[in-house]
């Protein structure tokens, strides 16, 4: 039976019961309480005429479009739509968002895509009976941060079933969670040990990730203030406006704050930033086109750096954002005004007519980075295909780290950024991906 409202579903099945006799324990709300798949609908069997059993679900019609449909359905319905469903589909959608938007820096997004949306889930409680879908395993602090954010960063306790419990207590359904804050309570990184959703990992690390920018902020302010100790130069002389200014240009930092992060993260050392306004040179670019030339005649081994400059391993160098080289591809350097060498994949249009200021460059074979590269991969317009895609990259240790999603009228796109460790892996995952049998095309984005 399909009712307009789900008042009307109660009413019906009501009536029902009050005309024929139910059979017992053969009554079903799923209304109240949604299947995992979101399926709603009141269930009953009745004594119906000579003794005939009949089975009798009811439900609203945009109940039985989800039922028929599939969840995607709901939004068509999403502003008169049971607020249940809509508010769990609101939570897989934030998961998927905090996946995609995060920068997964130690963790594989197939591995969170496997753990969080092909394994089990449970259904909780909050104490006014909103319910809450979280992967099996997840703990007090995975629920607070599925809140709210500003929740789980000031969790300083949390009682289930009227019980208090340990944060890294593994909850179950229909478990009812109560979470207990402080005003001046933060994150504890012992919650990384044993939180489940991407989401909570995320947003705890992120925490760390604003904090540690202040103490390399602070670090490198006494770093600076040391080096100009060192030789005798005066706060007053250095940080002139023409300085700063000329500084923050060379390096394209935004504010001092960024020069002072750049020098205690390690990115520039104290005296280089000193020598940019102490030594008769105009930019960067002329300070990095001097060292080339003054080079010692051996190669330099630095792991760190993953770019040879003309036999020298220690020059800091940018990789182009417009083709975004990996490494084993065939590349050229570029000294630019502002940035220093730009390394730029040989074929890359931006640079295939240069002939001035182009300096040799080579891959250090001893480095050992994982790099980002983006490819666009056109399938056909009848599912959807990023589980699959994301399963043949894990297989081959490529990760997905961002998906954007374009239709047109008989297929769609998807926009990736995956990270590979060379470009070997990279035309592995490619060659894979076309194997696919609803793959059209694939290719690297320039």
């Not at 925490?207 to 600076?224: P, V, W």
Request: charged letters at 30%.
């Amino acid at each position: 039976m399909f009712l307009q409202k789900e008042s009307d579903c109660y009413l019906a099945v009501g009536l029902i019961h009050s005309k024929f006799r139910p059979v017992p324990k053969r009554f079903k709300d799923y209304i109240a309480n949604p299947k995992e798949n979101m399926y709603q609908s009141l269930h009953t069997t009745v004594f119906g005429v000579d003794g005939k059993l009949f089975e009798v679900q009811l439900r609203t019609y945009e109940m039985d479009e989800i039922a028929e449909k599939g969840l995607a359905s709901h939004w068509s319905y999403k502003e008169k739509g049971s607020k249940k469903i809509q508010n769990i589909m609101e939570q897989k959608l934030e998961m998927f968002r905090t996946i995609i938007e995060s920068n997964n820096e130690d963790e594989d997004f197939s591995n969170q895509m496997q753990s969080e949306y092909l394994n089990e889930l449970i259904y909780v409680f909050t104490p006014k009976g909103d319910v809450v879908e979280l992967p099996k395993g997840s703990t007090p602090i995975d629920f607070a941060y599925r809140i709210h954010s500003d929740v789980g960063d000031k969790t300083i306790g949390a009682i289930v079933n009227d019980t208090i419990v340990p944060l890294a207590y593994e909850l179950n359904d229909n478990d009812i969670v109560r979470i207990k804050t402080g005003a001046e309570a933060s994150p504890k990184k012992d919650w990384l040990n044993f939180v489940k959703t991407s989401q909570a990992r995320n947003k705890i690390r992120s925490f760390f990730s604003k904090k540690d920018r202040m103490t390399y902020i602070e670090k490198g302010k006494e770093l600076l203030y040391k080096e100009l100790r060192r030789r005798s130069i005066s706060q007053g002389d250095f940080f002139t406006e023409e300085n700063i200014n000329k500084i923050l240009k060379d390096l394209k930092l935004d504010d001092i704050d960024e020069l002072y992060l750049s020098i205690g993260s390690t990115r520039y050392t104290a005296g280089y930033i000193v020598n940019l306004t102490t030594e008769d040179k105009s930019t960067v670019q002329d300070a990095l086109i001097e060292k080339i030339r003054n080079k010692n005649s051996h190669i330099k081994s630095n792991d760190d750096n993953d770019i040879i400059v003309d036999g020298e391993s220690n020059i800091a160098v940018t990789l182009a954002k417009c083709c975004k080289p990996i490494h084993g591809e065939p590349i050229i350097g570029y000294i630019t005004k502002n940035q220093g060498i730009t390394i730029h994949r040989i074929d890359c249009h931006n640079v295939k007519d240069k002939s001035e200021r182009i300096v040799q460059v080579s891959w250090n074979e001893a480095s050992n980075k994982v790099y980002r590269t983006d490819l666009l991969i056109e399938v056909d317009n009848i599912g959807n295909y990023l589980l699959d895609i994301v399963s043949t990259g894990a297989i081959l240790k490529v990760y997905v780290d961002a998906v954007e999603t374009h239709t047109t009228d008989n297929s769609t796109i998807y926009d990736i950024t995956v990270k590979v460790n060379n470009y070997d892996e990279l035309n592995s995952f490619i060659k894979e991906i076309r194997k696919l049998p609803f793959v059209i095309n694939v290719n690297k984005k320039n």
